[in-house]
Nanobody, 122 residues
Framework: QVQPVESGGGLVRPGGSLRLSCVAS????????MGWYRQAPGKERELVAA??????NYGGSVKDRVTIAEDSAKNTVYLHMNNLKSEDTAVYYC?????????????????WGQGTQVTVSS
């Protein structure tokens, strides 16, 4: 139906920056929310950032170091991360929800990507 695909993860040194991208495939009519979550080994999945109808919400642990941006025309959401720390090491997941056009009309979707690994290490 709608499958988000993340890219941009990798190995970065402490203090470095990364930009993650997530492209959602499908004949998407509108997004209700686009966001990023992360999960470190042994920890629960947590919100990094989300954007919904122009309003943004950031997780407390990264609030001053990340920026989320969307390009709805390209079905894409970005996560810019600065001053990365070792504790930012995690798998980063894209989450999107909204309405997609299907043969029978319109349908709600709520989808997660497979994740992209971000490792912060010297």
């Amino acid at each position: 139906q709608v499958q988000p695909v993340e890219s941009g993860g990798g190995l970065v040194r402490p203090g470095g920056s990364l930009r993650l991208s997530c492209v959602a495939s499908g004949n998407i009519l509108r997004f209700n929310v686009m966001g990023w979550y992360r999960q470190a080994p042994g920890k629960e999945r947590e919100l990094v950032a989300a954007i919904s109808r122009g309003y943004t919400n950031y997780g407390g642990s990264v609030k001053d170091r990340v920026t989320i941006a969307e390009d709805s025309a390209k079905n894409t959401v970005y996560l810019h991360m600065n001053n990365l720390k070792s504790e930012d090491t995690a798998v980063y997941y894209c989450h999107v929800a909204g309405t997609v056009v299907v043969d029978s009309g319109q349908q709600h979707f709520d989808s997660w990507g497979q994740g992209t690994q971000v490792t912060v290490s010297s």
